[in-house]
């Protein structure tokens, strides 16, 4: 069984930065692509960020583009997304997301991805 667990939200200024961790316990990590989604309320989840299994191909909704960055560390079992210039579109709860997989490319669908986290907040106030 895969567990993810998110960290790293809160309360941050229009303009601010928030960095979100996630933590996967698997045995290797580097056979799953990982993708951060979001959930405002009354709304449907979200893609935000994915990236590859070797940590290559990082991908982004336009909305976010130029502003998150996501990596990975694959010795520590870790994906991170680095959000600056935050807005206050951008609360929601934020998810990490993992899919094993033999292909490198990167999905944006929520149904592709078998394990989800908890889920962490991130507030932006204006």
């Known amino acids: 069984q895969v567990q993810l667990v998110e960290s790293g939200g809160g309360l941050a200024q229009a303009g601010g930065s928030l960095r979100l961790s996630c933590a996967a316990s698997?045995?290797?990590?580097?056979?799953?692509?990982v993708g951060w989604f979001r959930q405002a309320p009354g709304k449907e989840r979200e893609f935000v960020a994915g990236?590859?299994?070797?940590?290559?191909?990082?991908y982004y909704a336009d909305s976010v583009k130029g502003r998150f960055t996501i990596s990975r560390d694959n010795a520590r079992n870790m994906v991170y997304l680095q959000m600056n210039s935050l807005k206050p579109e951008d609360t929601a709860v934020y998810y990490c997301?993992?899919?094993?997989?033999?292909?490198?490319?990167?999905?944006?669908?929520?149904?592709?991805?078998?394990?989800w986290g908890q889920g962490t907040q991130v507030t932006v106030s204006s």
């Open positions: 997301a993992a899919d094993i997989s033999h292909s490198m490319a990167i999905t944006t669908l929520v149904g592709s991805y078998d394990y």
């Open positions: 698997v045995l290797i990590f580097s056979n799953y692509r």
């Open positions: 990236i590859n299994r070797s940590g290559g191909r990082p």
